[in-house]
């Protein structure tokens, strides 16, 4: 899939959330990349042969003081290319991204992968 045509849909999913959630992303970039990096791979609990759909990379907002100001952006970043492995069709592709953006924010609110678990939303 042409990168525009993925953009597009991750952006269709962020404005399918509802407003008070649009309205509380602050001080977040959410961007497509193909692939993780070493690096982001480097420090996440992976097992053999897995790999990243998304990542959150900031201080979560329950985290935030009042001394937090002047710093930049917290990231997401969605994997383009794993999210079309696990794909078997269009239909499927848009649920994972809804999903991974879903799950992306859901950790700049501060929620851990054990609580999204625990919530059924992992």
């Known amino acids: 899939m042409q990168t525009e045509l993925f953009e597009q849909l991750v952006a269709e999913a962020i404005e399918s959330l509802p407003q008070q959630i649009q309205d509380s992303l602050e001080n977040i ?10 690096e982001q791979l480097g420090h996440r609990d992976l097992e ?3 790999t990243l759909l ?5 201080i979560p907002l329950t985290q935030r003081t009042f001394g937090y100001s002047g710093v930049m952006p917290d990231k997401i970043t969605i994997f383009q ?5 696990i794909s078997r069709n ?9 999903h ?3 799950h992306e924010i859901a950790h700049h609110f501060g929620i851990d ?7 059924g939303r992992y």
């Open 90 to 98: 269009n239909a499927r592709l848009i649920t994972e991204i809804q």
């Open 81 to 85: 290319k794993p999210i079309e492995k």
């Open 29 to 38: 970039d959410i961007v497509v990349a193909d692939e993780p990096t070493p």
């Open 100 to 102: 991974v953006v879903k």
């Open 54 to 58: 998304g990542l959150y990379e900031g």
């Open 48 to 50: 053999r042969g897995e």
């Open 113 to 119: 992968d054990d609580r999204l678990e625990e919530m």
